[in-house]
């Protein structure tokens, strides 16, 4: 797993009641790139862990397909 530069290329978030659930495509200098499973609450990116209910992991499914 790289550890340096890199960036979000591309991300997929939906609201649900308490967080913005969010998956991020990272993109690192080297041309590797990493999924990033997060969340943003009130705006702000959470560094806690992802946890989703069923509910919001298939309308998070669902936005990927749309994408």
């Avoid at 992991?57 to 990927?64: C, D, E, F, S, T």
Wanted: charged share 30%.
């Amino acid at each position: 797993m790289p550890w340096g530069k890199g960036m979000v290329v591309d991300e997929i978030s939906i609201s649900s009641q308490y967080h913005e659930p969010t998956i991020q495509l990272l993109k690192f200098d080297s041309g590797e790139k990493l999924l990033r499973f997060c969340s943003y609450s009130h705006g702000r990116f959470s560094r806690s862990p992802l946890m989703i209910d069923e509910k919001d992991l298939r309308r998070l499914g669902k936005a990927i397909v749309k994408g």
